[in-house]
Structure formats: C-alpha cells, structure tokens
C-alpha cells in the first residue's frame, strides 16, 4: 500500500474528486465486452473474454458508486457543486449509462456465470433503474442550460452529448431483453417504449451535433484536453444504429402482418446503415484532428474515455449490420473497429490505473488557484 496513492495527503482524499465522469471508465469497460460479445466469429474464446471483461466493469460499477456515496458525505459541498459547472453537469449522463452497459453484459456476457434467468433479471433490473435516472438526465441538464448555466455557442463541445444519450442506450440496451422474452406479451410495449426512447435522444442529439460543427467552423478545435470529446459524437451515432438495427429485427417477429415485419427489418437496417456512414465522416475528421493535437501534446485525464465508448458503439452498429446480412466486408469492418477500441482501451485503462491508483493525481482534491500577485 505504500507505493499506491502516493500524491495523497489522507485516505478520505481518495474519495475527495470523485466526479460523475468517472462512470465513463465504466462504460468504456462494459462496452469491451458487450461488442466482443456482438461481434461475428467471436467464438468460445471471445466471449470468455467478454465474460471478464463484464466482471471487470461490475467490479468497477460496484465500487464507483461506494465511491460516489461516500464523496457525498465526506465532500457534500463539492458534489452539490457539479451541478452548477457547465461543464461538469453533462457527465450527469454518464452514470445511467455505465449501469445500463454492465445490464446489457449481464445477458451478452454474463449467462456462463449468472445463468439465463438471474441474467435477465439482472440485466431487467438495472435498465430500468439507467432508464429513470437517464430519462431524469435528459431533462434536467437541458433545463439548467436553458434556465440557469452560462454558456455561448464557443462552448459547444462533445459532452453536451452526454446527458441526452441515455435514453438510446435504453433504446439499445432493450434488443437482449426483446429477445429473451421471444415475443411474450410485455415484449410489444417494451418494444413501443424503446422506440420512443430513441426519439428522445435522436433528434436533440442532431441539434447538438449541428452547434458543435457550427463552432469547430467558426472558434476552430479549441483546448487539446477538450478534443477526446469531438469523439462523444460517435456515441448517440453507433448507439442509434445498434438500437435501430436490433429492434427493427426483433420488432419484425412481433407484427402479424408478415411484409409489414419484413418492411420493419429492412427500414431499420437502411436507417441503422446511414447513421454510421456519417458515423465514418465524423471518425476520419476527428481522427486527424486527434492525432494532430496528439503531435502538439494532449495532456491526458478522464475525458480520454471519450475514445471508448462511442468507439464500441460503432463498433456494436457495425457488428449488427454484419450479423443481419452476413456480409464479409461489414465483418471486416466490425472487427477493425474493434481492434480501434481494443487498443483505446488498453491506452486508457493503463493510464488511468496509473494516474489514479499508483500515483493517486486523478483522484487529488480540487486545489484553489493560486492567486495573483499585485503590485
């Protein structure tokens, strides 16, 4: 223990910074799993890793959210204080998705251990708890921004994403829980209910995605520690594909009306299969953009996940077109993608064990800004 945590004073410091952006190694984690799990050809040995992977996040789900309480407690000022930061309140967001993403794994990964019925309920369980607490997300960040934070349109950045994206992850999140129900009578309102669910992160998401393009033309990149988050945008992008192509297949079963079922399936495919085209578009932009900032220095802290989880959701969308036509090209790419997140990944993960467990720097209390001198 003496080598760990070595740039903190005391041991409540380690609970000391614990803002709602740290959900977002949580989801990177789950997703890991949840695409490898998803992926064509996988095969016994990729879902054993899924499997870990998913205890993994569970693992870290687990002791975030011990973390999280007692930050309230010990810290209470500085929690209520999250609120109130412009930029800080988007990560609210963060949190519903992390529990969603470990209750998709419970089914995509974790059957070998749970069992199929403990899994679903599991899985059942915690998308209803990330369901209410990201539909509370999704409302009460926009109002604060409408009513109370100040922001302009230079300050447009990725994470306005975050508090709108969990409704999709439910949207997406529900494709396991549709196919273990196999068409049983709760399945059609869920279905109803994950369509909606989409909608309500679709269309502001696009609202969002036009102002952050408006002020990358007109203020250009900005700070290198904010451009991870240009990434965010593949978030609500790979999710609405996988949600899109997922429930049209499993709506397409439920419609007594055979062509209207097949018309389903093939209206979520196309749609599913556009959104990702533009999913590429923005991939290769932000791509040079990254590695050019890389070049230049990019200090790392937590918004480096932001090369995670929207990269395993494009991953996961990718993976749905391959599965449902059977294309070797879609394969292919699902894979490289894959192999993108594996190594983003691995990249933070390290760093952040490193940052926050030996050196203890990512979880050091807020220091006041030193004052300056007057003559």
Same mark, same amino acid.
């Given at each position: ?21 740290? +959900?977002?190694?949580?989801? !990177? ?21 899924? /499997?870990?992977?998913?205890? #993994?996040? %569970? ?15 010990? +810290? ?8 109130? *930061?412009?930029?800080?309140? *988007? ?22 251990? #749970?069992?199929?019925? #403990? ?17 509370? =997300? %999704?409302?009460?960040?926009?109002? &604060?921004?409408? @009513? ?9 950045? !990725? ?17 396991? &829980?549709?196919?273990? &129900? ?18 309500? /992160? ?7 995605? =036009?102002?952050?393009? *408006? ?18 945008? &593949? ?6 594909? /996988? ?39 923005? =991939? ?22 932001? +090369? ?6 494009? @991953? ?6 391959? *599965? ?14 894959? %192999? ?8 933070? =993960?390290?760093?952040? +064990?490193?940052?926050?467990?030996? $050196? ?6 807020? $220091? ?8």
């Amino acid at each position: 223990m003496a080598h760990l945590f070595q740039e903190l004073e005391s041991p409540r410091d380690i609970v000391s910074n614990i803002t709602p952006n740290w +959900f977002a190694s949580v989801m !990177g984690t789950g997703i890991v799993g949840n695409a490898l799990a998803n992926l064509p050809g996988s095969g016994s040995v990729g879902h054993a890793i899924g /499997t870990a992977v998913w205890v #993994l996040a %569970a693992v870290m789900l687990v002791v975030l959210v011990v973390a999280t309480i007692a930050h309230w407690v010990l +810290f209470p000022r500085t929690a209520v204080g999250h609120h109130r *930061n412009p930029g800080m309140v *988007n990560f609210y967001g963060a949190p519903p998705m992390a529990i969603m993403t470990v209750g998709s794994g419970a089914l995509y990964c974790g059957q070998p251990l #749970l069992g199929a019925d #403990l899994a679903w309920h599991v899985s059942a369980v915690l998308w209803l708890i990330g369901t209410v607490l990201g539909l509370y =997300a %999704a409302g009460s960040v926009p109002y &604060l921004a409408f @009513t109370r934070l100040k922001v302009g349109p230079e300050d447009a950045f !990725g994470g306005w994403l975050m508090p709108l994206v969990p409704p999709m992850v439910s949207a997406a999140g529900a494709v396991p &829980l549709l196919a273990h &129900l196999q068409g049983r009578a709760p399945a059609q309102d869920l279905l109803i209910v994950s369509f909606l669910l989409m909608g309500v /992160t679709f269309f502001p998401a696009v609202i969002i995605i =036009a102002l952050l393009w *408006n002020r990358l033309v007109v203020h250009k990149v900005g700070a290198s520690g904010k451009v991870p988050t240009l990434w965010i945008v &593949l978030g609500p992008l790979g999710q609405t594909a /996988t949600a899109a192509i997922g429930l049209s297949q499993q709506g397409s079963h439920m419609l007594t009306d055979a062509m209207a079922g097949s018309a389903l399936a093939v209206l979520g495919l196309a749609f599913g299969t556009v959104v990702l085209g533009f999913a590429l578009l923005w =991939a290769l932009v932000v791509g040079l953009i990254t590695i050019g900032t890389v070049r230049g220095g990019m200090p790392f802290n937590l918004t480096w996940w932001s +090369f995670t989880f929207p990269v395993g959701t494009v @991953t996961t969308g990718f993976a749905g077109v391959a *599965n449902v036509t059977g294309s070797t090209l879609m394969t292919v790419i699902a894979w490289l993608w894959f %192999a993108l997140l594996a190594f983003a990944w691995t990249t933070v =993960a390290v760093r952040t +064990f490193h940052g926050a467990i030996i $050196r203890g720097s990512l979880l050091a209390p807020p $220091r006041p800004a030193a004052a300056t001198p007057t003559r």
